[in-house]
């Protein structure tokens, strides 16, 4: 391999969402949904964004994706033809060619795809939009992808209503791949579906990536998921991320007192490893009135004064390991085997 | 079912036999339970895991007889031991006086959701008052104070204000705290909890099962824990049921179904979830093909299509019974019936 191509690098990254009051509507404060995040994707790999419900992952996620214009930041992306552009800051019109490079699979495959359209309609709808090939052209195309899925052809003139979880998530992985995306972003694309069919879309979504030289951005709350199809995994609290590192170091030796707690208090499936849990005191701190300090102090069973006073900064403490935390290299934390 | 875990107290407080549970909407029926068996011994917690559709909530709403129409029990029998006695939970009137004693009061239920759980205009602790005044006749300052005894039980914070607060006005952990505070707020014997914890996050998570644990052990309660997550059910059973298409495929002591497991569907079930111990970006083994739908529900053993074990002429023909494999263990499957 050659010196890696960084296709996302995302820079210092803000998004805060006004809160607003009273009849006058003032803004009366911020919830900081994304405070300062940056990471970079490789091509051809996969990066997750993982963590609680309300960290910002997924608004990191839609910020990428410009479907929301971030508050302040870089996103560097890196089309095709090689050049660098800031998404961030682009005009409407100057995204449009960009969107074909960028696509997103969704969480509910029940309410992400039209019930009154057959999977025809829906799966060349990109090629529609950007008036791509022939209707003919376009048949062929559908039929290529839903193979691509494993679906069959002639299923093409049916309507979503026939089809089980796993297979709507098939249409929509499907329909996300009809541009010959470079960076697909992934938000929770197994987290609605059956155990038994999860395996199978993230068995295929692996498979996708080796055969079209796929990026993914995948966001999930699950790690067990995400140990599974992450090369990095970014682990993020409260608006930032607190570590981030490759797949295998960051679970076999975490180094950020969140992440040590989020791994264990993962159930495992087996009755012999019972309560080796660390059960977090309190709750997730609130991002419209952050503590000062390292967000996590309060509920950090390794906190020093300087954790309530000082914020700590990410910092690579090994080479690709990222960690934001004081006392990141005195600690030994556990990790899971495997 | 043979008991290992409790030596005191070995006879089931409650049992329940060939369950039947079907829907008869327009289109067909759909035999949400169909024929399932298990028994709950007292001071245990007993699973029941499977997939969607595998009628793991309806033999929970059927117990309570909550079912909703157009769903109907149309045979077997719940056998809930009383006093000495034993009453047929299956034969009373849903509405009945003793049905409605039972429900909440010798049985409570925490739902998955508790947003939707409250009523959204009545505050958490008028809506604990009304239930503990339903099934006890106290005044309603007493009915209050019961209710934030029961707060402070499931560890909520400044129970006296946390009280007058609306659903919406609380986090997801403190509100699935607060609907275990009001299943428990009327002392029962045995608390259903249907998914307690798939809408939380996991140090949520963490804390909600701890909390059920110790409360376990303070109070002697027996718990139904209904749930997908196979990792929630080794963390906290001592029995496992798991359900197929409305039948029981396999039951036993938590280590024996973890770890010699017997039926296919376990097994496969127990390879393909994703583990935080697997390595890295490794392919899972899968099982073929989904669930099917409830009307087009496969002849004989409902997981022949998908068995890896599959036997043309058996399995798709009859429909296999429970058969004992070991200390406990039962599972239905034709590679072990010898019948």
Redesign the interface.
């Known amino acids: 391999m050659g010196s890696p191509v960084r296709l996302l690098e995302v820079n210092s990254l803000k998004k805060f969402f006004p809160i607003r009051r009273g009849v006058m509507r003032r803004v009366v404060g911020h919830v900081r949904a994304v405070d300062d995040v940056s990471f970079f994707v490789e091509k051809g790999e996969c990066l997750s964004l993982v963590g609680e419900s309300g960290c910002g992952k997924t608004t990191t996620s839609r910020c990428v994706l410009r479907a929301i214009s971030p508050t302040a930041g870089q996103i560097l992306f890196r089309p095709e033809d090689g050049s660098v552009v800031d998404v961030a800051t682009l005009s409407k019109g100057e995204l449009r060619p960009l969107r074909r490079q960028m696509q997103m699979i969704f969480q509910d495959p029940f309410s992400s795809l039209n019930p009154r359209r057959t999977l025809l309609d829906i799966v060349a709808e990109p090629l529609v939009a950007n008036k791509i090939g022939s209707r003919q052209e376009q048949l062929d195309r559908v039929a290529e992808l839903l193979k691509l899925v494993g679906l069959r052809p002639e299923y093409m003139r049916r309507y979503p209503h026939a089809f089980s979880g796993g297979q709507r998530q098939r249409i929509g992985i499907a329909r996300a791949l009809a541009l010959n995306p470079s960076l697909v972003v992934a938000d929770e694309p197994v987290s609605a579906l059956d155990v038994s069919v999860q395996a199978q879309i993230l068995n295929l979504m692996l498979r996708l990536q080796d055969q079209l030289g796929l990026t993914y951005l995948f966001v999930a709350h699950d790690l067990s998921v995400v140990k599974h199809v992450s090369d990095r995994v970014a682990v993020m609290y409260v608006g930032r991320i607190v570590e981030m590192a490759p797949t295998a170091p960051l679970f076999a030796t975490p180094k950020h007192p969140y992440t040590e707690a989020l791994m264990s208090a993962v159930p495992k499936p087996d009755p012999r490893l019972r309560s080796q849990r660390i059960v977090l005191e309190g709750e997730v701190a609130d991002p419209a009135n952050p503590p000062p300090g390292c967000y996590f102090h309060p509920r950090c069973r390794y906190a020093v004064d300087a954790c309530r006073t000082e914020t700590p900064r990410l910092r690579e403490i090994q080479p690709g390991h990222f960690v934001s935390c004081h006392r990141a290299e005195e600690l030994t934390l556990r990790g899971v085997s495997g | 079912m043979i008991n290992t875990v409790t030596e005191s107290s070995a006879a089931p407080i409650l049992s329940v036999r060939d369950l039947k549970t079907y829907f008869f909407p327009d289109e067909g029926t759909v035999k949400a339970v169909d024929g399932a068996s298990f028994d709950l011994l007292p001071r245990t917690t007993l699973g029941i895991v499977g ?2 559709g595998c009628g793991k909530s309806v033999a929970a709403r059927s117990i309570l007889r909550i079912v909703e129409r157009p769903g109907r029990i149309v045979g077997g029998a719940i056998l809930l031991q009383q006093n000495g006695s034993q009453v047929d939970l299956a034969q009373l009137d849903p509405q009945s006086q003793e049905m409605r004693q039972i429900r909440g009061g010798d049985i409570g239920l925490v739902f998955q959701e508790p947003m939707t759980s409250f009523s959204p205009v009545h505050t958490v602790g008028n809506q604990i008052v009304e239930t503990i005044r339903l099934h006890h006749p106290v005044s309603t300052q007493e009915a209050r104070e019961r209710a934030i005894a029961a707060f402070r039980s499931v560890g909520i914070p400044k129970p006296e204000r946390r009280i007058d607060e609306f659903a919406f006005e609380l ?4 509100r699935q705290r607060a609907m275990i505070a009001m299943a428990l707020s009327c002392g029962p014997r045995i608390l259903i909890a249907d998914e307690p914890t798939t809408a939380l ?7 909600i ?2 909390l059920l644990r110790s409360l376990q052990e303070r109070e002697g309660m027996t718990i139904i824990l209904i749930t ?8 906290m ?1 001592e029995t496992v049921v798991v359900m197929y298409l409305g039948r029981v495929v396999e039951e036993g002591p ?2 024996a179904i ?2 010699n497991a017997k039926h296919p569907y376990t097994q ?3 390879r ?16 073929a093909g ?2 099917p ?1 409830p009307y087009n529900r496969p002849a004989g053993c409902p997981f022949h299509p998908r068995c890896p074990d599959f036997m043309p002429g058996t399995c798709d023909k009859a429909e296999p019974g429970l058969t004992v494999v070991g200390d406990g263990q039962a599972v239905s499957c034709f590679l072990y019936d010898r019948t």
């Open positions: 997939e969607s986090s997801g952990g403190l996050d996991v140090t949520t998570q963490a804390q099962l701890d997908h997550n196979l990792g929630v059910v080794a963390e059973c938590a280590d973890f770890h496969a079930l127990l393909s979830i994703p583990s935080i111990h697997s390595t890295a970006r490794a392919e899972l083994p899968t099982i989904s669930i739908h």
